[in-house]
């Protein structure tokens, strides 16, 4: 249906370079805050940190936690960063928005899908189910597609 691309959500002390766009190379894994292990967008985003490897090593560094509010809380009260997808950054208060950073192309993302068999008998129940979906996000995501990065889902 739609690429939802991925934002780096950063306390105002968090050590970030002074530039438009970051790396994935910038980000401390000693103060990152991520989704518990059973959340696929956890895998998705240690593949890109490329902090698959040293989560294993230092599993006691990186942070856990079971929801994205939850994640926005921590970075809010408690410093340190987060990757946040960009429909959650939707209902962010102006000064949450401050704390958001980009990342350079290619932009990472999650591809959201709607998935059936070949022969789903209600072809038309989904259509229209994708239909409504797709009118209730947000536009960004159902147009810029330019210099994107999907990240692979590994189960």
Known sequence: MFYEEFLAYAAKN???????????????SNHLWLLEESHCMRSQLLNFCTLKKKDQENATMIYKAGSIETLIHFVDN?????ILPLLATERLTGSQKTKL???????????????????????????QLKE??????????????????????EL
């Open 14 to 28: 968090e050590k970030l370079p002074a530039k438009k766009y970051i790396l994935p190379k910038d980000i401390n």
């Open 78 to 82: 408690n410093e340190g960063i987060t």
């Open 132 to 153: 409504a979906i797709v009118a209730s996000v947000n536009k960004k995501v159902l147009t810029d597609r330019k210099g994107l990065k999907v990240l692979d889902i």
């Open 101 to 127: 950073r980009e990342f350079a192309p290619p932009k990472p993302v999650r591809e959201i899908s709607l998935v059936t068999v070949k022969d789903f008998p209600r072809k038309k129940l989904i259509q």
